[in-house]
Protein backbone atom coordinates (compact mmCIF):
# COMPACT_ATOMS: atom_id res chain seq x y z
CA UNK A 1 0.00 0.00 0.00
CA UNK A 2 1.05 3.30 -0.87
CA UNK A 3 1.53 6.01 2.44
CA UNK A 4 -1.12 8.29 0.93
CA UNK A 5 -3.39 5.75 -0.52
CA UNK A 6 -6.82 7.11 0.38
CA UNK A 7 -6.10 10.60 0.69
CA UNK A 8 -7.31 13.31 -1.81
CA UNK A 9 -4.76 16.21 -1.88
CA UNK A 10 -5.91 19.70 -3.31
CA UNK A 11 -2.78 21.89 -5.21
CA UNK A 12 -2.97 25.78 -6.15
CA UNK A 13 -0.91 26.59 -9.20
CA UNK A 14 -0.08 22.98 -10.20
CA UNK A 15 0.76 23.31 -14.10
CA UNK A 16 3.96 23.69 -13.86
CA UNK A 17 7.17 24.15 -11.74
CA UNK A 18 6.92 23.48 -7.83
CA UNK A 19 3.70 22.51 -7.97
CA UNK A 20 3.85 20.64 -10.64
CA UNK A 21 6.25 18.64 -8.67
CA UNK A 22 4.42 18.44 -5.83
CA UNK A 23 1.37 16.87 -7.27
CA UNK A 24 3.01 14.05 -9.38
CA UNK A 25 4.84 13.50 -5.51
CA UNK A 26 1.80 13.25 -4.13
CA UNK A 27 0.05 11.23 -6.89
CA UNK A 28 2.81 8.79 -7.15
CA UNK A 29 2.37 8.49 -3.30
CA UNK A 30 -1.02 7.22 -3.47
CA UNK A 31 -2.79 10.40 -3.28
CA UNK A 32 -6.01 11.97 -5.25
CA UNK A 33 -4.64 15.13 -6.77
CA UNK A 34 -7.04 18.26 -7.76
CA UNK A 35 -4.71 19.96 -9.74
CA UNK A 36 -5.77 23.87 -10.37
CA UNK A 37 -4.44 26.10 -11.98
CA UNK A 38 -5.61 29.85 -13.97
CA UNK A 39 -5.10 27.89 -16.75
CA UNK A 40 -6.10 24.63 -18.08
CA UNK A 41 -3.74 23.99 -20.90
CA UNK A 42 -1.87 21.65 -22.44
CA UNK A 43 0.93 21.50 -19.34
CA UNK A 44 -1.70 20.60 -16.91
CA UNK A 45 -3.34 17.83 -19.60
CA UNK A 46 0.61 16.35 -19.63
CA UNK A 47 -0.02 16.44 -16.07
CA UNK A 48 -3.19 14.81 -15.57
CA UNK A 49 -1.32 11.74 -17.99
CA UNK A 50 1.73 11.16 -15.60
CA UNK A 51 -0.67 11.26 -12.48
CA UNK A 52 -2.57 8.13 -14.32
CA UNK A 53 0.65 6.93 -15.40
CA UNK A 54 1.72 6.89 -11.68
CA UNK A 55 -1.65 5.01 -11.03
CA UNK A 56 -3.69 7.73 -9.33
CA UNK A 57 -6.53 10.10 -10.13
CA UNK A 58 -6.59 13.45 -10.96
CA UNK A 59 -9.40 16.25 -11.22
CA UNK A 60 -7.94 19.24 -12.91
CA UNK A 61 -10.15 22.60 -12.20
CA UNK A 62 -9.36 26.76 -13.45
CA UNK A 63 -8.75 28.31 -10.06
CA UNK A 64 -7.48 31.83 -10.01
CA UNK A 65 -6.37 31.89 -6.69
CA UNK A 66 -7.15 35.80 -5.90
CA UNK A 67 -11.13 35.01 -6.61
CA UNK A 68 -12.91 33.53 -3.87
CA UNK A 69 -15.67 32.03 -5.83
CA UNK A 70 -13.01 30.21 -7.30
CA UNK A 71 -11.51 28.94 -4.36
CA UNK A 72 -14.94 27.71 -3.10
CA UNK A 73 -15.92 26.06 -6.22
CA UNK A 74 -12.42 23.86 -6.20
CA UNK A 75 -13.19 22.79 -2.46
CA UNK A 76 -17.43 22.24 -3.35
CA UNK A 77 -15.96 20.24 -6.05
CA UNK A 78 -13.22 18.25 -4.37
CA UNK A 79 -15.65 17.67 -1.89
CA UNK A 80 -18.62 16.41 -4.23
CA UNK A 81 -16.26 14.02 -6.27
CA UNK A 82 -14.00 12.46 -3.66
CA UNK A 83 -16.05 12.84 -0.24
CA UNK A 84 -13.38 14.03 1.67
CA UNK A 85 -10.24 16.74 1.81
CA UNK A 86 -6.85 15.29 3.34
CA UNK A 87 -3.98 17.63 1.69
CA UNK A 88 -3.87 21.26 1.23
CA UNK A 89 -1.07 22.35 -0.91
CA UNK A 90 -0.87 26.53 -1.03
CA UNK A 91 1.88 26.72 -4.03
CA UNK A 92 0.21 29.61 -6.18
CA UNK A 93 1.51 33.27 -6.00
CA UNK A 94 1.51 36.25 -8.24
CA UNK A 95 2.97 39.41 -8.45
CA UNK A 96 6.43 38.81 -9.34
CA UNK A 97 7.42 41.98 -11.57
CA UNK A 98 10.62 42.91 -10.26
CA UNK A 99 9.72 46.88 -9.11
CA UNK A 100 12.09 49.06 -6.69
CA UNK A 101 10.47 49.36 -2.67
CA UNK A 102 9.77 52.97 -3.29
CA UNK A 103 7.75 52.95 -6.99
CA UNK A 104 5.59 49.94 -5.42
CA UNK A 105 1.93 50.54 -6.62
CA UNK A 106 -1.56 50.03 -4.90
CA UNK A 107 -2.20 47.36 -7.53
CA UNK A 108 0.94 45.45 -7.20
CA UNK A 109 0.86 45.40 -3.13
CA UNK A 110 -2.92 44.11 -3.85
CA UNK A 111 -2.42 41.80 -6.17
CA UNK A 112 0.80 40.01 -3.75
CA UNK A 113 -1.49 39.91 -0.99
CA UNK A 114 -4.56 38.65 -2.75
CA UNK A 115 -2.74 35.60 -4.61
CA UNK A 116 -0.56 34.86 -1.80
CA UNK A 117 -1.71 35.30 2.17
CA UNK A 118 -5.46 36.16 1.26
CA UNK A 119 -5.68 32.96 -1.23
CA UNK A 120 -3.93 30.84 1.23
CA UNK A 121 -5.96 31.59 4.44
CA UNK A 122 -9.21 31.66 2.21
CA UNK A 123 -8.76 28.16 0.97
CA UNK A 124 -7.52 27.19 4.30
CA UNK A 125 -10.90 28.20 6.06
CA UNK A 126 -12.83 26.33 3.12
CA UNK A 127 -10.75 23.17 3.57
CA UNK A 128 -11.47 22.99 7.30
CA UNK A 129 -14.49 21.56 8.07
CA UNK A 130 -13.38 18.59 6.27
CA UNK A 131 -10.44 18.14 7.99
CA UNK A 132 -11.82 18.91 11.00
CA UNK A 133 -14.55 16.16 10.88
CA UNK A 134 -12.26 14.04 9.17
CA UNK A 135 -9.68 14.45 12.32
CA UNK A 136 -6.54 15.10 10.28
CA UNK A 137 -5.28 17.56 7.91
CA UNK A 138 -2.02 18.39 6.60
CA UNK A 139 -1.80 22.02 4.70
CA UNK A 140 1.70 23.00 3.35
CA UNK A 141 1.82 26.77 2.32
CA UNK A 142 4.46 28.19 0.23
CA UNK A 143 6.67 31.51 1.13
CA UNK A 144 9.87 32.67 0.29
CA UNK A 145 13.32 33.61 1.46
CA UNK A 146 12.83 36.83 -0.01
CA UNK A 147 10.24 37.54 2.88
CA UNK A 148 13.63 37.22 5.51
CA UNK A 149 15.32 40.21 3.12
CA UNK A 150 18.08 40.38 0.57
CA UNK A 151 16.39 40.27 -2.93
CA UNK A 152 16.21 43.87 -4.59
CA UNK A 153 13.14 44.58 -5.73
CA UNK A 154 10.45 42.37 -4.34
CA UNK A 155 9.87 44.25 -1.82
CA UNK A 156 5.75 43.45 -2.46
CA UNK A 157 6.63 39.91 -3.02
CA UNK A 158 8.59 39.99 0.58
CA UNK A 159 5.61 41.34 2.11
CA UNK A 160 3.03 38.92 1.11
CA UNK A 161 5.63 36.06 1.74
CA UNK A 162 6.00 37.52 5.12
CA UNK A 163 2.71 37.32 5.98
CA UNK A 164 2.23 33.36 4.35
CA UNK A 165 4.62 32.63 6.91
CA UNK A 166 2.73 34.57 10.10
CA UNK A 167 -0.81 32.78 8.79
CA UNK A 168 1.09 29.43 8.75
CA UNK A 169 2.25 29.91 12.95
CA UNK A 170 -1.17 31.11 13.54
CA UNK A 171 -3.67 28.53 12.35
CA UNK A 172 -0.88 25.84 13.72
CA UNK A 173 -1.36 26.85 17.10
CA UNK A 174 -5.15 26.62 16.78
CA UNK A 175 -6.04 23.87 14.97
CA UNK A 176 -3.21 21.41 16.06
CA UNK A 177 -6.21 20.50 18.75
CA UNK A 178 -7.89 19.22 15.64
CA UNK A 179 -4.90 16.96 14.14
CA UNK A 180 -4.14 19.46 11.43
CA UNK A 181 -0.56 20.38 10.72
CA UNK A 182 0.12 23.42 9.16
CA UNK A 183 3.68 24.35 7.87
CA UNK A 184 5.38 26.67 5.37
CA UNK A 185 7.77 25.83 2.97
CA UNK A 186 10.98 28.31 1.63
CA UNK A 187 12.16 26.61 -1.84
CA UNK A 188 15.07 27.72 -3.92
CA UNK A 189 14.31 25.49 -6.92
CA UNK A 190 15.29 25.46 -10.43
CA UNK A 191 11.55 26.21 -11.74
CA UNK A 192 11.69 27.40 -15.21
CA UNK A 193 10.43 30.84 -13.94
CA UNK A 194 13.04 31.03 -11.74
CA UNK A 195 15.06 30.21 -14.68
CA UNK A 196 14.22 32.49 -16.94
CA UNK A 197 14.59 35.38 -14.17
CA UNK A 198 18.22 34.13 -13.68
CA UNK A 199 18.73 34.23 -17.40
CA UNK A 200 17.71 37.96 -18.03
CA UNK A 201 20.75 39.00 -15.73
CA UNK A 202 24.34 37.70 -16.82
CA UNK A 203 26.25 35.95 -13.75
CA UNK A 204 23.19 35.88 -11.56
CA UNK A 205 22.55 31.72 -12.02
CA UNK A 206 26.44 31.33 -10.63
CA UNK A 207 25.83 34.12 -8.18
CA UNK A 208 23.25 32.21 -6.80
CA UNK A 209 24.61 29.19 -6.60
CA UNK A 210 27.74 30.35 -5.59
CA UNK A 211 25.39 31.35 -2.06
CA UNK A 212 23.90 28.27 -1.85
CA UNK A 213 25.84 25.95 0.74
CA UNK A 214 25.53 22.62 -1.58
CA UNK A 215 26.55 24.99 -4.62
CA UNK A 216 23.45 23.83 -7.26
CA UNK A 217 19.85 24.85 -7.06
CA UNK A 218 17.67 22.25 -6.59
CA UNK A 219 15.63 19.85 -8.56
CA UNK A 220 11.35 20.67 -7.57
CA UNK A 221 11.16 16.72 -7.56
CA UNK A 222 14.34 15.33 -6.28
CA UNK A 223 15.42 17.74 -3.75
CA UNK A 224 11.68 19.09 -3.02
CA UNK A 225 9.31 16.35 -3.57
CA UNK A 226 10.54 14.23 -0.42
CA UNK A 227 10.28 17.06 2.50
CA UNK A 228 6.54 18.18 0.97
CA UNK A 229 5.26 13.81 1.37
CA UNK A 230 7.00 14.14 4.55
CA UNK A 231 4.80 16.90 5.36
CA UNK A 232 1.38 15.40 3.84
CA UNK A 233 2.17 12.48 5.15
CA UNK A 234 1.11 10.47 8.61
CA UNK A 235 4.98 10.71 9.68
CA UNK A 236 4.82 14.51 10.46
CA UNK A 237 1.64 14.53 13.03
CA UNK A 238 4.28 16.10 15.59
CA UNK A 239 4.99 18.53 13.47
CA UNK A 240 3.34 21.84 12.81
CA UNK A 241 3.54 25.96 12.53
CA UNK A 242 7.29 25.35 11.44
CA UNK A 243 9.39 27.04 8.36
CA UNK A 244 11.01 24.03 6.32
CA UNK A 245 13.96 25.69 3.86
CA UNK A 246 14.27 23.73 1.12
CA UNK A 247 17.49 26.12 0.04
CA UNK A 248 20.38 23.87 0.25
CA UNK A 249 21.02 25.55 2.67
CA UNK A 250 21.10 29.44 1.54
CA UNK A 251 18.66 30.60 4.33
CA UNK A 252 20.67 29.58 7.13
CA UNK A 253 23.70 32.41 5.99
CA UNK A 254 23.22 35.25 8.96
CA UNK A 255 20.89 38.08 7.25
N1 LIG B 1 11.26 28.53 -7.62
C1 LIG B 1 11.80 29.01 -6.49
O1 LIG B 1 12.99 28.89 -6.25
C2 LIG B 1 10.93 29.71 -5.48
C3 LIG B 1 11.57 30.44 -4.47
C4 LIG B 1 10.79 31.01 -3.48
C5 LIG B 1 9.42 30.85 -3.50
N2 LIG B 1 8.83 30.17 -4.51
C6 LIG B 1 7.37 30.04 -4.51
O2 LIG B 1 7.00 28.73 -4.91
C7 LIG B 1 5.77 28.78 -5.63
C8 LIG B 1 5.92 28.17 -7.00
O3 LIG B 1 7.00 28.77 -7.67
P1 LIG B 1 7.45 28.28 -9.13
O4 LIG B 1 8.85 28.68 -9.28
O5 LIG B 1 7.04 26.87 -9.34
O6 LIG B 1 6.53 29.24 -10.05
P2 LIG B 1 5.99 29.03 -11.53
O7 LIG B 1 5.81 30.40 -12.07
O8 LIG B 1 6.84 28.07 -12.27
O9 LIG B 1 4.57 28.34 -11.34
C9 LIG B 1 3.52 29.05 -10.73
C10 LIG B 1 2.21 28.42 -11.15
O10 LIG B 1 1.17 29.18 -10.51
C11 LIG B 1 0.19 29.51 -11.48
N3 LIG B 1 -0.49 30.75 -11.08
C12 LIG B 1 -0.02 32.00 -11.17
N4 LIG B 1 -0.94 32.87 -10.72
C13 LIG B 1 -2.01 32.13 -10.32
C14 LIG B 1 -3.28 32.46 -9.78
N5 LIG B 1 -3.63 33.72 -9.55
N6 LIG B 1 -4.11 31.43 -9.50
C15 LIG B 1 -3.76 30.17 -9.74
N7 LIG B 1 -2.59 29.79 -10.26
C16 LIG B 1 -1.72 30.78 -10.55
C17 LIG B 1 0.94 29.64 -12.79
O11 LIG B 1 0.07 29.48 -13.91
C18 LIG B 1 1.96 28.51 -12.66
O12 LIG B 1 1.46 27.28 -13.14
C19 LIG B 1 5.35 30.26 -5.62
O13 LIG B 1 4.54 30.52 -4.50
C20 LIG B 1 6.67 30.98 -5.47
O14 LIG B 1 6.53 32.27 -4.95
C21 LIG B 1 9.56 29.60 -5.50
Redesign the pocket.
Known amino acids: MKPLEGKVAII??????????EALTLASAGATVVV????LDE?MQSLQEEVAAAGSKSLALV????KKE?IDNVVAQTAEQFGRIDILV?????G?TPVPWEELTDELVTQSF???PL?SWRFMQAVFPYMKAQGWGRIIN?????SRGGVENFGH?AMA?GAISSLTYAAATDWGQYGITVNV??????????KSYLDSTPGAQAAMEAHIPVKY??D?LKDLGPIVLFLAGDASGYVTGHPFFI?GGAGQSPR
Open positions: TGARRGIGRASDIVECDVTDNNAQTLQSGATSSGAYKIYPAILTASLIGPD
